[in-house]
């Protein structure tokens, strides 16, 4: 195979000179960070491209998470997902919570709404719960689980951008919805996020990630400095013209791999219905983790890098005591997200698709 590293994934780079233009006034004024003119101007194009209400864009995909937990004024016992990405776990008891895990759906692979009131205490405070690879949890279900526990709701829908349930944006569910801009997420600003709120959360949500500012010296209350900068919105807003062709031809990835791999002894993720996905990830669940071990030999041996999201399962996470998780453990162990970028020619998926159906007969 070629010397070329093929990755899980690759950022999607806009024209640099574009990138360069977008901050030649920050130059003029020499104004870059401290929500310029670059920042507000992404969240006002973010939030009618996507048709939300309250956007806050921030320094990346964690501090969303954060800001939610400590704005929602969460104590004791949030219930979550085992499979997800680390920072959803992390976040939760970095806030002094206790995430108390609930298995996923074996074909959805988000939480199994279905098991959430069996683990509800009087200590529960909230669900946190990940929209995985795009896909959306049964929101409607756990909204309805929420009101009658009078419990909030955050989505950790880090991979979700473009992503529409029932015709609307995802990020328009739950009390809080976070997004990740990281250079490895379909949509990116280098390292970015947001926050998506209703209208009477805003204020404190704003006022957190802005060290509780109230103006430059008085104070509404307890912050941090979740701000992002005008360099990463300067990204964000050259990589925005090009969102629609990046899930065009990412689309074309997925519907090769669709077409062409063996679906007798692998299985691939399964949207829910009323979904419009946006190609974020190409998972694949194989039947062991032996047979998992020998397709990733293989493909590293090609020099293709596939990645193991998401392992370990978080209940398994060394400062975490939690009860076994028969699904997210089995299919942690199993899962392999193939590479899906725009760029990725079909001599090289062929290649991946080829030595992975060998590995498989
Ligand atoms: C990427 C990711 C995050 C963290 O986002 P950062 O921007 O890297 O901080 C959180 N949750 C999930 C599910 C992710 O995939």
Redesign the pocket.
Known sequence: MGKTKINVTKTFLPPQIEFNTKLENAWNENWITNRGELVVKLENELKSYLSTKNIIATA????P?HIAIKGLGLKGEIITTPF??V??TSSIVWEGCTPVFVDIHPEFLTINETKIESVITKNTSAILA?H?FGNPCNVVAIDRIAKKHNLRVIY?A??CFGVKYDGQSIFNFGDVS?C???A??VFHTG???ALFCSDDLFHKMYYHHNFGHDGAENFFGLGTNAKMSELQAAMGLSVLPYFETIISERKKVVQFYNKQLNFEKLKTLKTRNHTEWNYSYYPIILESEETLLKVKNVLNKNNIFPRR??YPSLNRLPYINSYSMPNAESISTRVLCLPLYVGLNEKILSTIVSLINKQLC
Do not use: P, R
């Open positions: 990346n995909g964690t501090l998470l997800s990405y920072a959803t990940t995985v950790d880090a991979h976070t990740s801009f990281h490895t997420k390292e970015g996020g999201y998401f």
